[in-house]
Nanobody, 125 residues
Framework: QLQLVESGGGSVQPGGSLRVSCAASGLSLEHYAIGWFRQAPGKGREGVSCISSSDGSTDYADSVKGRFTISRDNDKNTVYLQMNNLKPEDTADYYC??????????????????WGQGTQVTVSS
């Protein structure tokens, strides 16, 4: 059984940076596509970024393009989301999700089976 644990959230001022991590246990992430999603208070869950299981192709929501970068370290069984130039509207709980052999990068939460518990990110002055 694959288990995902997010970490690295916290509070930061606008313009600051954070790196959130998604560490897996139980199985290797090597053949899993990973998605990062977020849910702000009172809003639905939004796909932020994803990386495929096949060629490592990535995708980003328009709202984070040029500011967020997803990467994976298979040796550490961890996927990262580097978030730069953070804005107050980035405030949300951030979740990672995994799906086995999802060859295309997907920002659709319905494509993912395994989910972490989330880590909170607050951007405020």
């Amino acid at each position: 059984q694959l288990q995902l644990v997010e970490s690295g959230g916290g509070s930061v001022q606008p313009g600051g940076s954070l790196r959130v991590s998604c560490a897996a246990s139980g199985l290797s992430l090597e053949h899993y596509a990973i998605g990062w999603f977020r849910q702000a208070p009172g809003k639905g869950r939004e796909g932020v970024s994803c990386i495929s299981s096949s060629d490592g192709s990535t995708d980003y929501a328009d709202s984070v393009k040029g500011r967020f970068t997803i990467s994976r370290d298979n040796d550490k069984n961890t996927v990262y989301l580097q978030m730069n130039n953070l804005k107050p509207e980035d405030t949300a709980d951030y979740y990672c999700a995994a799906e086995l052999y999802l060859a295309t990068s997907s920002l659709d939460e319905r494509d993912y089976e395994y989910w972490g518990q989330g880590t909170q990110v607050t951007v405020s002055s």
